[in-house]
């Protein structure tokens, strides 16, 4: 009857190990991980030098469709973008919105 009790409801330890031996292939694996990141860093990125105005709302925080226009407005009548600052000079865009958007932007 003991061993009974002990088969129906296995100790907490036995589970625990059990659980940790089927994850140890996924921890040990680690190659390939910081080109993974960094595929998926550029990939929510945007270059403002060269997106298109659907890209820029699509991956920007806060900007629709006509935020996006703007911007790529003020790239073509002013040349490419030097700096992200200089999305400040863009009517509707201001420190907040560029703090929330800055690690989203890129110029190359």
Do not use: W
Not at 11 to 23: E, V
Request: charged share 20%.
């Amino acid at each position: 009857m003991t061993m009974l009790k002990f088969f129906s409801k296995p100790p907490l330890f036995i589970l625990l190990g059990a659980l940790l031996a089927c994850q140890l292939p996924a921890v040990a694996d680690t190659s390939g991980v910081s080109s993974s990141i960094s595929k998926a860093v550029q990939a929510a990125t945007v270059n403002i030098n060269s997106a298109s105005a659907e890209e820029l709302a699509d991956t920007l925080i806060g900007v629709g469709l006509k935020r996006a226009e703007a911007i790529v407005a003020y790239r073509n009548t002013n040349g490419s973008f030097t700096s992200v600052d200089q999305l400040l000079e863009i009517k509707g865009i201001g420190e907040k919105l560029l703090s929330k958007n800055r690690h989203l932007i890129a110029l190359k």
